[in-house]
């Protein structure tokens, strides 16, 4: 179904809907979360708040103004910052268990992998990729963090991309697939 009937649908309360949505966009939106906060947990915890504040806010979207996955990406991303900045110690975050699955193993070595190839960039170029693919922040955001003007460091990102995709053609495949940096609309 097409994503404008659907809203519309959720604009008038169905729940159903809602599902629908949710069964299309849950998947990219936890892998954003979940990149962002490196806590399947949280992760989840915070997919289910965004998807009761889409339910919430719904009548914000206006679909003039962008897609429909990109305002959904957007609640993710500020609700996982505004995660990710709370300092509150008194829950316990940490997995305090004894064993840890070899799925975990896995998944760090993919990432020590990944930091190999990235420490091989040059460090504006490193930073431009950790701003942008790991903690989320937009190009407007970033370009202010690093202190450069926008326009510069959208070249960083370009330079830095190029670089991995002639050095490493395979891993910025990869990269570009576990980021999920590719278009939902």
Known sequence: MDDSLQINRLKSGDKD????LYDKYSGALYGVVLRMCRNKELSEDLLQEIFVT??????????DKGKFYTWAYRIARNKTLNALRKTDLLIQTEDMSV??????????QNFEALNGVINNLEPHHQKVIELVYFKGYTHREAHKIMDV?????KSYVRQALKQLQTNYPLTLWI???CLD????G
Do not use: C, M, R
Request: cysteine-free; proline content about 6%; aromatic content about 16%.
């Open 17 to 20: 809907a809602l599902y629908s």
């Open 54 to 63: 889409i339910w919430k806010k719904i009548d914000q979207f206006d679909p």
């Open 99 to 108: 064993y840890n699955g070899i799925e975990e193993e896995e998944t760090s």
């Open 149 to 153: 003007p926008l326009g510069t460091f």
């Open 175 to 177: 990269v570009l697939t």
């Open 181 to 184: 940096v590719f278009d939902h």
